[in-house]
């Protein structure tokens, strides 16, 4: 008796909570609810804090004031604007300073530099860029052999080689580059044997260092969008370009490519955001020219002591990440 | 021995004030509001024994059942530094006192100012800030003043740490426990047997890629404002800007800046001469230590440079406020402060103590240096608003 009227019961409850799932608006709720007290409370409640700390000002002793007359724009006007420069003055210093570096020959246009800050924040987007097209020009031929070259039965195990790194965690394998590269290590020791090399020589705290970095920590997420999008493809395609009198290149690159491209930018996405927002990259493997932004912003809330501060530059990098998202939904690509 | 109830804190103020009878009370003037966390068997430890008797100092043995009296609670809840004592020592006082420790662990100062700035300073009862943070846990009411009659070893200090420029006034809010300085070391092997004595050292270009300086702005700001001869606490805009341009002419002799693989880049003759803390440079010197010598060595610079004092305080609203003072007493005692030292080769504060450290710690001049370099060496303050000037001129260091 007692375990029949049991079964019915949960019966019923699971009668009960089918319906309330499959109710257009209590079925939102109940399937929502998990992720949504998660995402509310560990990020948007903290995000929160930190947009509004970002309209703060510091204390004498590193404490955040936050009374209304200390709430203002001043920590990004900070962050943006050189001192003594109007805003129009700052945008215009800005862009002949970006104009001057990216393009050679030009010296001349800025007068005054932009602050620290801007500069930094582009630093990053540089090596943000650059960590990208690496990845690519490696990443994209591994993919493209992975999906289509390699014999099918390999191919899961190469998708499994190419998360392998992933098992080790992330900062053994910093610390791992870091002795690989460093002075009289094997790989530097067998470098020092090739002509031109001098016995001693160190890669270690540089820019190629944190370009290394960042590539080697990165490129799965290149390579596995990648290779979902060529998988997928429909080689018979390629071999019609070619009937139809393309050569290799142009069946690849009208045909094939073309094809791929929502996994190229996906693939960019997620490897741009990370190197751009890069901390523990340039905190170990950097020299003293390889500070980025993701170090300042630690520098701030840590020994800096200047959280307004710190959390405007969080939220001008989370600006750029939006854009860049922003480019990419342009582009075509669909982020689902 | 009745051991006379002389100072309060002033959350004991605020339980006793019209409740127990509050004899004595000293030191409670301009008192700035402290807060009251509402916890039990808080209180100075007032019941007995009136000398500075060492070993156990302060066993309370008290009759109250609760409350204001001296009673050792059963439980403690340190926050430390990692690595900051030897194996055995937490472990020996809980025995010793048959409380309960537990301990947790922070890397940086500001590590644990935003861990009691977030969740409250009731979470831990004793912590171990450093000088200057003293200052701004004490300004922001974080921690407490401390019944110095608690602390019957407090006399063993030296009197050079007794006074504390970043802890001053008639009451104590916190007990320096170990101390060290900063300064050049370098690597006999990588650069041979140089002479080091200025911070000229950490300018030479014959040194061009192979240093490294503190990723430090106070410490490596401060190193460059002692070689210009100026106080490292300094806030006249001119020489901070001075010291600037000195960093930013040096970046390109260094490899990096860093605080944390120093001791690694030493051992493995990466990098000398570079600018390190002495406990790292010792870490060094001891891991590489063979045949009775090491190759490694640390210089105080004759200008001067960094010293620093750890110290223990009292958070606020800690609930084991007598078993804290009994933890204070207990590292003060001579042969446990000793013990410290002779584990962590840092200089200890506590004199009585120097009878029982090792012969090579005390006679080590990195460790111990001549008074003369001594008078030469500064805390690092807290300079309030003036912090930015420094962080904006590291900020532009950085990125030139």
Known sequence: MGRDSNNRASGIDAQLVQRVRRNQWTGAVVNLAPSAFWLGVFFLAPLAVMFFYSFGERGAFGEVLLATENLGLQQYRRFFVPEGLSVLGAVWTTTAWLIDTVIPGTQSLASTQPTPYVRLLFKSIGYGILATVVSFVVGYPMAYYIGHIAPEEYQNLLVVLVILPFWASFLVRIYAIQLLLSANSVLMSAFALLPFVEQGVTLMNSRFAVLLGLVYIWIPFMILPVYSSIEEIDFTLQEAA??????????????????????????????????????????????????????????????????????????????????????????????? | MPQQQSTSDRRTFLRTTGAVSAAGLVGLAGCSGGSDGGDGGSGDDGSDGSDGSDGGGSDGGGGGSDGGDGEIEDELRVFQWGDYWPDGFVSGFEEEYDVSVSVSLYSSNEEMFNALNAGGTGQYDLIFPSDYMVNVLNEQDMIQSLNLDALSNFGNLSEMFEEAPYDPGEERYSVPYQWGTSGIAYNEEMVGDIEVTSWETMWNEEFGGQMSMLDDVRETMGAALKYLGYSLNTTEESEIEEAKELLIEQKDLLATYDSSNFPTNLINEQLSPLHAWSGGAFQAYWETFEDGSSPINYVIPEEGGVVWVDTAAITAEAQNVNAAHAFIDHFLDAEVGAEITNYTYYGSPNEAAEEYILDDVLNNESIYPDDETMSNLEYIENIGQATTLYSNAWQEIKSA
């Open chain 1, 242 to 336: 070619m009937d139809l009198g393309a050569d290799r290149f142009e069946a690849f690159y009208h045909v094939i490519f073309p094809q791929s491209k929502p996994g190229v930018m996906a693939g960019s996405i997620l490897v741009f955001i990370p190197s751009a927002g890069a901390y523990v990259i340039p905190e170990l493997l950097g020299g003293t020219d390889s500070q980025m932004i993701g170090n300042f912003i630690a520098d701030q809330f840590g020994s800096a002591g200047h959280w307004p501060l710190g959390a405007a530059g969080a939220f001008v990098l989370m600006g750029v990440m939006l854009l860049s998202i922003a480019a990419y939904q342009r582009g075509g690509g669909d982020l689902a």
